[in-house]
Antibody, heavy 117, light 110 residues
Framework: QVQLVQSGAEVKKPGASVKVSCKAS????????ISWVRQAPGQGLEWMGW????????NYAQKLQGRVTMTTDTSTSTAYMELRSLRSDDTAVYYC??????????WGQGTLVTVSS | QSALTQPASVSGSPGQSITISCTGT?????????VSWYQQHPGKAPKLMIY???NRPSGVSNRFSGSKSGNTASLTISGLQAEDEADYYC??????????FGTGTKVTVL
């Protein structure tokens, strides 16, 4: 069965970086892209960007350009999302999901990233 | 990328039907048949309920249906059940090859 398993919760100080992993199983990793979505406490869903697991092409949300990098390791079927220069308003649950348009059919369990001094 | 507009809350009694709207522009909802709907229970990851405007993934109840007219997409839940109480989000592909989520709607079963 398809599964996306994310890395554990992180606590970071403002200005630091965080890298969240998303390990895929149960399907051919390179046949689908991975999108990243975040949700601040009590808030709605925010699309962050996607990466093609086939060729590494990416597309990021404009507001995160320059601070976010999405990568994949096809040898381990793992996707990564790194966010730099963290601010308090980056505190959120970060999700990976399979797909790159809008039909995100499988989701990871979420990773809570807390940014606090 | 502006969020798509949804009503903050919708409620209904068990057995009734409710409809949630999702309003965008010709650069997103109105321009593509790539609108999806997600259900999210508290503390859980979102679940895909409808994709490509009106298609249901395998395993999703046929009480859920989707449609689109112009720049507005809609999700209808018929035969409302207690387990349908959750937050619902629409999502659309956009002209810049990105995706945009709706503001979210809290569904309450009275």
């Amino acid at each position: 069965q398809v599964q996306l398993v994310q890395s554990g919760a992180e606590v970071k100080k403002p200005g630091a970086s965080v890298k969240v992993s998303c390990k895929a199983s149960g399907y051919t990793f390179t046949s689908y892209g991975i999108s990243w979505v975040r949700q601040a406490p009590g808030q709605g869903l925010e699309w962050m960007g996607w990466i093609s697991a086939y060729n590494g092409n990416t597309n990021y949300a404009q507001k995160l350009q320059g601070r976010v990098t999405m990568t994949t390791d096809t040898s381990t079927s793992t996707a990564y999302m790194e966010l730099r220069s963290l601010r308090s308003d980056d505190t959120a649950v970060y999700y990976c999901a399979r797909g790159i348009t809008t039909d995100f059919d499988y989701w990871g369990q979420g990773t809570l990233v807390t940014v606090s001094s | 990328q502006s969020a798509l507009t949804q009503p903050a809350s919708v409620s209904g009694s068990p057995g009734q039907s409710i409809t949630i709207s999702c309003t965008g522009t010709s650069s997103d909802v109105g321009g593509y048949n790539y609108v999806s709907w997600y259900q999210q229970h508290p503390g859980k990851a979102p679940k895909l309920m409808i994709y490509d405007v009106s298609n249901r993934p395998s395993g999703v109840s046929n009480r859920f249906s989707g449609s689109k007219s112009g720049n507005t997409a809609s999700l209808t839940i018929s035969g409302l059940q207690a387990e349908d109480e959750a937050d619902y989000y629409c999502s659309s592909y956009t002209s810049s090859s990105t995706s945009s989520f709706g503001t979210g709607t809290k569904v309450t079963v009275l």
